[in-house]
């Protein structure tokens, strides 16, 4: 089924549904650059795992009111095991990526991180068995090769913070892949309520050995952090749903634009020729795989 051009009229205007997709996805970047920002802001006062739970347990209570509508009915599974499995390659990547963004600059974790997709198709080759050509081999290369770009091993002090967020990238792509197999037989609340059953007390055992309760402002924060993180899940879901994913990707790009704003405004963080370099390099190879895999689905 074609998707209809136009999804929605206010006002007697009709809006494209691509372009309602676009302006979703460009909310999305920005509420999660937010997010990132608020993360690094903490992790000067807070430590990067306890702002995990936090970020778990506020995402728990946004969900709260879906049992109390659906009862245990979406807890149903005979897939515990792979759940938990997610759970804690979920929680595993938090814990990365909160470390990272405490320790490096938010335009490099941002850059890094583009780097998942290109994991996602590794993982994708070893244990789903998917094909791979010679077109996203080179990809790939072009890709890991931003990321070494960025990380420069060997070139001086390595920053230990986009090490970090690298690895956080492998945990992202090995949850796509997880999500991917759990999607085949589950439901996408059931995948999103054990998601959150695993991660919250599994954050939680991890912030316990750098626990400090937070003051009413830190707390102020970690609910806007919540909020965020929920605003821009919601809105890169609603993009998805409007639009055809190669029609909203080329804006994640905009993730580093926003973070090297918030970086400069509020850290005075400038990021280096490097960084931009790897990170289009990283972005645009992504960006080539995921157009080449909705081809070979269409075809």
Same mark, same amino acid.
């Given at each position: 089924?074609?998707?209809?051009?136009?999804?929605?009229? +206010?006002?007697?205007?009709?809006?494209?549904?691509?372009?309602? =997709? #676009?302006?979703? #996805?460009?909310?999305?970047?920005?509420?999660?650059?937010?997010?990132?920002? &608020?993360?690094?802001?903490?992790?000067?006062?807070?430590?990067?795992?306890?702002?995990?739970?936090?970020?778990?347990?506020? =995402?728990?209570?946004?969900?709260?009111?879906?049992?109390?509508?659906?009862?245990?009915?979406?807890?149903?599974?005979?897939? /515990?095991?792979?759940?938990?499995?997610?759970? =804690?390659?979920?929680?595993?990547?938090?814990?990365?990526?909160?470390?990272?963004?405490?320790?490096?600059?938010? +335009?490099?974790?941002?850059?890094?991180?583009?780097?998942?997709?290109?994991?996602?198709?590794?993982?994708?080759?070893?244990?789903?068995?998917?094909?791979?050509?010679?077109?996203?081999?080179?990809?790939? /290369?072009?890709?890991?090769?931003?990321?070494?770009?960025?990380?420069?091993?060997?070139?001086?002090?390595? *920053?230990?913070?986009?090490?970090?967020?690298?690895?956080?990238?492998?945990?992202? +792509?090995?949850?796509?892949? /997880?999500?991917?197999?759990?999607?085949?037989?589950?439901?996408?609340?059931?995948?999103?309520?054990?998601?959150?059953?695993?991660?919250?007390?599994?954050?939680?055992?991890?912030?316990?050995?750098?626990?400090?309760?937070?003051?009413?402002?830190?707390?102020?924060?970690?609910?806007?952090?919540?909020?965020?993180?929920?605003?821009?899940?919601?809105?890169?879901?609603?993009? &998805?749903?409007?639009? *055809?994913?190669? @029609?909203?990707?080329?804006?994640?790009?905009?993730?580093?634009?926003?973070?090297?704003?918030?970086?400069?405004?509020?850290?005075?963080?400038?990021?280096?020729?490097?960084?931009?370099?790897?990170?289009?390099?990283?972005?645009?190879?992504?960006?080539?795989?995921?157009?080449?895999?909705?081809?070979?689905? *269409? @075809?």
């Amino acid at each position: 089924m074609r998707r209809p051009l136009i999804s929605s009229e +206010a006002g007697g205007l009709k809006v494209p549904s691509t372009i309602r =997709g #676009m302006g979703y #996805m460009l909310v999305s970047t920005l509420a999660f650059a937010a997010l990132h920002g &608020c993360i690094r802001y903490l992790a000067s006062e807070m430590h990067p795992f306890e702002i995990a739970f936090f970020r778990f347990l506020f =995402g728990f209570l946004v969900l709260a009111p879906v049992f109390l509508r659906h009862g245990l009915a979406p807890l149903r599974t005979r897939r /515990l095991g792979l759940h938990a499995l997610r759970g =804690g390659v979920q929680t595993t990547q938090a814990l990365l990526s909160f470390l990272a963004l405490g320790l490096a600059p938010l +335009a490099k974790v941002a850059a890094v991180q583009f780097s998942a997709p290109l994991f996602v198709a590794v993982a994708a080759l070893l244990f789903l068995g998917e094909a791979i050509r010679a077109q996203r081999i080179a990809a790939l /290369l072009i890709g890991f090769a931003g990321t070494w770009i960025i990380i420069r091993p060997g070139m001086g002090e390595v *920053d230990t913070g986009a090490v970090v967020a690298l690895f956080g990238s492998v945990a992202i +792509a090995l949850t796509m892949i /997880l999500v991917k197999v759990l999607a085949r037989t589950e439901s996408s609340l059931t995948i999103t309520l054990y998601q959150a059953l695993f991660t919250t007390p599994l954050t939680f055992v991890a912030a316990l050995f750098y626990w400090q309760t937070p003051t009413l402002e830190q707390l102020a924060w970690l609910v806007l952090m919540g909020t965020l993180g929920s605003l821009a899940h919601f809105t890169l879901a609603q993009a &998805c749903k409007e639009a *055809d994913v190669t @029609a909203i990707l080329p804006l994640d790009y905009t993730k580093l634009v926003w973070a090297m704003v918030l970086g400069y405004l509020v850290f005075t963080e400038i990021p280096d020729l490097w960084t931009w370099l790897g990170g289009s390099l990283i972005f645009g190879s992504s960006l080539y795989i995921a157009y080449r895999e909705k081809q070979a689905r *269409d @075809a």
